[in-house]
């Protein structure tokens, strides 16, 4: 790969296994995260995917793999980690505690907004994308990415939910879990083990966020779904 940071053999390397950028953030100093040697990162390249375009990559290797626990985060680290060593920089992902405010950073980096579920949404994805993780640079990136004028100009055209009159995401789920007030986590679950959710929501998917219209190309598949809602619930 060329040398840190290097915007297209990055895109090479990480498109091999379904992953994109999803945009460069440029830290405040006092909110960047660390580097392993303490210093704060100066330019954080988010990765992530739209759509299923990571799931035959991840099903191929889920394959070869029995009983591997959280097999979408091991998979994630076992092919971002190296990816990120070998352009210079350090991985972290979303699911290692302390969280890293992902999606902080993927409002910063895309221009994105929180819709009503508390998800970002893209206006092309939709509610169809997300974070696998993220790779900190140190200093010489920083200043490329300040000539090259790529950090925080993924300002997104619009936020699709300020054109959305009727919000059909808020009234689907069949017990009611969202509301303008946020999410009742805790419902949601305790729907999804009964007979009704099991047969429900865990088969087809959160009704919330399939009542969404924006970005449909960009659904899920069916096992994908499932895959996500299994982990959730
Ligand atoms: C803890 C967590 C949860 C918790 C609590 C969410 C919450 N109330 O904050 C639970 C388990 C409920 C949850 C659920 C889901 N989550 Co979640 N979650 C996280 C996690 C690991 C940490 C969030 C956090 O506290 N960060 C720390 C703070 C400092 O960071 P932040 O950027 O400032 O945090 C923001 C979020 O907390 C957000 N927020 C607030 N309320 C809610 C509510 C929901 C439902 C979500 C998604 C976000 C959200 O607002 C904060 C300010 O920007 C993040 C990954 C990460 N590292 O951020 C994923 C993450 C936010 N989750 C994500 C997703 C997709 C989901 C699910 C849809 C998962 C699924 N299986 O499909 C569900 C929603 C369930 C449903 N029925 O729709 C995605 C969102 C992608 C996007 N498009 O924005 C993330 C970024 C993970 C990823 N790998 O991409 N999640
Ligand atoms: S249904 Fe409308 S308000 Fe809800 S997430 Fe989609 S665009 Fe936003
Ligand atoms: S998964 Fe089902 S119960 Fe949970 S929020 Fe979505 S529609 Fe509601």
Redesign the pocket.
């Known amino acids: 790969m060329g040398g840190a940071g290097d915007h297209g053999a990055l895109a090479v390397a990480l498109g091999a296994h379904g992953f994109r950028t999803r945009g460069w953030v440029v830290p405040a100093k006092d909110a960047a995260p660390r580097l392993s040697d303490g210093r704060a990162a100066a330019a954080i390249a988010l990765i992530g995917h739209a759509g299923g375009e990571i799931w035959p990559y991840f099903s191929a290797w889920r394959a070869t793999q029995e009983g591997i626990a959280d097999p979408l985060d091991s998979w994630s680290k076992a092919v971002i980690g190296p990816i990120a060593a070998e352009a210079g920089g350090e991985a972290v992902f979303p699911s290692d505690r302390p969280w890293h405010p992902f999606q902080q950073w993927a409002m910063a980096a895309e221009g994105l907004k929180p819709?009503?579920?508390g998800?970002l949404?893209h206006p092309d994805y939709?509610?169809w994308h997300g974070y696998r993780g993220a790779i900190l640079f140190g200093s010489s990136v920083a200043g490329r990415l300040a000539e090259t004028g790529t950090a925080g100009r993924g300002q997104v055209r619009n936020h699709?939910?300020d054109?959305?009159a009727?919000?059909?995401?808020?009234t689907a789920c069949p017990v009611g879990t969202y509301t303008l007030q946020g999410f009742a986590v805790a419902d949601c679950r305790a729907h999804l083990a009964t007979a009704a959710g099991r047969q429900g929501c865990m088969q087809a998917g959160c009704l919330?966020?399939d009542?969404?219209?924006?970005g449909r190309s960009y659904r899920y598949g069916e096992a994908q779904i499932r895959f996500h809602m299994s982990a959730f619930a």
Not at 211 to 214: H, T
């Open positions: 819709s009503p579920l998800m949404i939709g509610l699709p939910c054109d959305c009727d919000k059909p995401c808020l919330a966020r009542a969404c219209p924006v």
